[in-house]
C-alpha cells in the first residue's frame, strides 16, 4: 500500500513538470511575434537584422531628411549621433512627428531601408521613451532636458 502511494505520488509529479514544460513552450510560441527587440541605428548599421525580423528603432529624426512622396509614403532618417537609417513609412504620422525629435519606429530592416509599420513621437518636450535615451547618451548626444 505505501509503495503504491509513492508511486503515485511520483506519477502525478512527473505528470506536472510535463504539463508546466509544455505550457511554457506553448505560451512562448504564441508570444513569439509579439517580442520586438528595439535596436539603435548604430546597432542596425553594425549588424543589420535579417529582412524578415520585425523590430523597433529609435532615435532623433535628422534634419533636413523629411521628405514627403507620392501619396501616403513618407522618407526620413533616424540617427542617434552615431549611425543613421533611412526609414520609408505608409500611412499617417503622429501630429507631434517633426524633425530633430525623438521617435521609435515597428518595422523591417530591407535593402538598406528601415520599413516602418508604426511610428511614435514624443508626446511632450521633455518625454523621450528609455531606449532612446540610453542609444543617445551611448553616443554622446543627448542632453538632460532642464526642469
Same mark, same amino acid.
Given at each position: 500500500?505505501?509503495?503504491?502511494?509513492?508511486?503515485? @505520488?511520483?506519477?502525478?509529479?512527473?505528470?506536472?513538470?510535463?504539463?508546466?514544460?509544455?505550457? =511554457?513552450?506553448?505560451?512562448?510560441?504564441?508570444?513569439?511575434? !509579439?517580442?520586438?527587440?528595439?535596436?539603435?541605428?548604430?546597432?542596425?548599421? #553594425?549588424?543589420?537584422?535579417?529582412?524578415?525580423?520585425?523590430? @523597433?528603432?529609435? !532615435?532623433?529624426?535628422?534634419?533636413?531628411?523629411?521628405? @514627403?512622396?507620392?501619396?501616403? =509614403? &513618407?522618407?526620413?532618417?533616424? /540617427?542617434?549621433? !552615431?549611425?543613421?537609417?533611412?526609414?520609408?513609412? /505608409?500611412g499617417v504620422l503622429p501630429d507631434l512627428f517633426e524633425e530633430n525629435q525623438g521617435m521609435v519606429g515597428t518595422g523591417r530592416y530591407v535593402d538598406g531601408v528601415f520599413?516602418?509599420?508604426?511610428?511614435?513621437?514624443?508626446?511632450? #518636450?521633455?518625454?523621450?521613451?528609455? #531606449? &532612446?535615451?540610453?542609444?543617445?547618451? #551611448?553616443?554622446? &548626444?543627448?542632453?538632460?532636458?532642464?526642469?
Amino acid at each position: 500500500m505505501k509503495n503504491l502511494k509513492k508511486k503515485r @505520488r511520483v506519477q502525478v509529479i512527473l505528470l506536472a513538470f510535463v504539463a508546466l514544460g509544455l505550457s =511554457t513552450a506553448l505560451i512562448g510560441y504564441a508570444m513569439r511575434d !509579439g517580442i520586438n527587440f528595439f535596436r539603435s541605428p548604430s546597432e542596425v548599421a #553594425e549588424a543589420p537584422p535579417a529582412p524578415n525580423e520585425v523590430f @523597433r528603432i529609435g !532615435g532623433l529624426v535628422e534634419a533636413g531628411t523629411l521628405k @514627403r512622396g507620392v501619396g501616403e =509614403t &513618407v522618407f526620413f532618417s533616424v /540617427t542617434d549621433g !552615431g549611425a543613421s537609417i533611412p526609414v520609408a513609412f /505608409t500611412g499617417v504620422l503622429p501630429d507631434l512627428f517633426e524633425e530633430n525629435q525623438g521617435m521609435v519606429g515597428t518595422g523591417r530592416y530591407v535593402d538598406g531601408v528601415f520599413e516602418a509599420d508604426e511610428i511614435l513621437a514624443k508626446h511632450d #518636450e521633455t518625454y523621450m521613451p528609455k #531606449e &532612446v535615451v540610453d542609444a543617445l547618451k #551611448e553616443q554622446g &548626444v543627448y542632453v538632460e532636458p532642464e526642469s
